[in-house]
C-alpha cells in the first residue's frame, strides 16, 4: 500500500488551499482503488453558514473530495504523469442518510 501526504498530492494535482479537499490518501489497488483522508474541524469555512447550528459538510464538497481522490488515485501512475484531471460529471449519485458522529 501506497501513502500520499498533502505535499505528495499537491504535486499530483493543480488544486490548493481553499480547494483542496483531501490530506491524505492511502492507495490499496494502484490505479484503482484508495482511501482518502480529511482533517475537518468545526471552523471549518463552509460550515459557517451552511445549515447554521448544524453543522454539514455540503454535498458537493464531498463530491469533490472524491473526484480529487481519483484524480490522485490515477495520476501516481507512470502512464498518467503530468497530466491534468478534470471531473467531467457523475450518474446517479444520491446520500442516503445523514451521518452523525
Same mark, same amino acid.
Given at each position: 500500500?501506497?501513502?500520499?501526504?498533502?505535499?505528495?498530492?499537491?504535486?499530483?494535482? +493543480?488544486?490548493?488551499? +481553499?480547494?483542496?479537499? /483531501?490530506?491524505?490518501?492511502? $492507495?490499496?489497488?494502484?490505479?484503482?482503488? %484508495?482511501?482518502?483522508?480529511?482533517? $475537518?474541524?468545526?471552523?471549518? +469555512?463552509?460550515?459557517?453558514?451552511?445549515?447554521? %447550528?448544524? +453543522? $454539514?459538510?455540503?454535498? /458537493?464538497?464531498?463530491?469533490?473530495?472524491?473526484?480529487? /481522490? %481519483?484524480?490522485?488515485?490515477?495520476?501516481?501512475?507512470?502512464?498518467?504523469? %503530468?497530466?491534468?484531471?478534470?471531473?467531467?460529471?457523475?450518474?446517479k449519485f444520491r446520500f442516503k442518510r445523514?451521518?452523525?458522529?
Amino acid at each position: 500500500m501506497k501513502s500520499y501526504d498533502i505535499n505528495d498530492i499537491m504535486e499530483l494535482i +493543480p488544486h490548493r488551499q +481553499p480547494f483542496l479537499f /483531501v490530506d491524505r490518501i492511502e $492507495v490499496t489497488e494502484e490505479g484503482k482503488k %484508495g482511501t482518502g483522508y480529511k482533517m $475537518v474541524t468545526i471552523n471549518e +469555512p463552509f460550515f459557517q453558514g451552511h445549515f447554521p %447550528g448544524n +453543522p $454539514v459538510m455540503p454535498g /458537493v464538497i464531498i463530491i469533490e473530495t472524491m473526484a480529487q /481522490v %481519483g484524480a490522485v488515485i490515477l495520476l501516481a501512475r507512470d502512464d498518467f504523469k %503530468g497530466k491534468t484531471p478534470y471531473f467531467a460529471g457523475i450518474n446517479k449519485f444520491r446520500f442516503k442518510r445523514k451521518e452523525t458522529f
